[in-house]
């Protein structure tokens, strides 16, 4: 029977195999957090105190694990749907702050029209309302990649609102905060932008590429308006006579690309036949077209079947 000892080196060696495989940035988070731990364990004199917390960690993982590589058809859907965050945040960020406008349609649009839509009946349905096929689309294929990737959730979300209000047209969002004076708002989205190049830019080649640009845009909007920023919370306005807190006419707030998601009425316009879209240039060629695509789940499975 093999060892303690012997169990948390054969961890190691596996986990280590696993992180070679590139696995999504919070599977490879709990992966390395899971080696230096087993690797702490066979540095102590006693390796059993430890042994009921590696045993739950490698229950987390294997679960964790299950759930990403559930079958073929998740573990593509998740990939591509990572990527797909990944270019659109790279087009959303260059137009914020390099001034680089960026329409949005196909299976993005979809999937902040869906984020939208969850807002709007997060705030009017009743709380036990039967789960739904869009609910479902919108766990599968925003929530999940979107934590899976390790970014912002809420700053993400709040830019598809905001790309789904407009019906996917360009607009610069950094502007209206700054249109909008909340201070507050604006020192959130800098510091939250800032992290997603920083995160991005070791995972994508695209990204790293556009994120001097970036980060230059990020830096210029910073010195204009703030004379020191640590967080939401902590800053200094670079001009006297800035308003901290504008008044109600003007709040923006977080809640400025949810007031426009409640407006939004309806679906956007489907590209026309023949347009290239977004998603079929960056991601299928020009040959088909990414928004006739399902967002294929388990539920569209049943249904096929």
Known sequence: ???????????????????????????????????????????????????????????????????????????????????????????????????????????????????????????????????????????????????????????????LRAVAARQGRPGNDIQLLIDACDWAKLAAVLLSDRDIVINLTQRSQTFAEASDKILTGINRVQNKYFASLSSPSMFTLARPGYQTSPSPRRSFGWGIYDVIARGLKGNSPSSTVGTPSYDRELLLGEGVSAQNLPLLTKVNLKKME
């Open 1 to 159: 029977m093999a060892t303690a000892h012997e169990i948390a080196l054969a961890r190691i060696v596996n986990f280590a195999f696993l992180l070679g495989l590139n696995p999504a940035p919070l599977l490879e988070e709990q992966l390395s957090h899971a080696i230096v731990l087993h690797q702490q364990a066979l540095e102590s004199r006693d390796i059993n105190p430890f042994i009921q917390d590696l045993d739950a960690l490698h229950a987390q993982i294997e679960e964790h694990w299950a759930r990403v590589h559930a079958d073929m058809l998740s573990t593509a859907s998740l990939l591509w749907d990572i990527d797909l965050f990944q270019r659109f945040l790279h087009s959303k960020l260059l137009e914020d702050y390099a001034n680089e406008p960026f329409a949005v349609s196909g299976r993005m649009l979809r999937l902040a029209e869906s984020t939208a839509e969850q807002e709007k009946r997060r705030l009017t349905a009743p709380t036990n309302e039967e789960t739904t096929t869009l609910d479902q689309e919108y766990r599968e294929h925003v929530v999940f990649p979107l934590e899976e990737s390790k970014l912002d959730r809420d700053c993400v979300e709040n830019k």
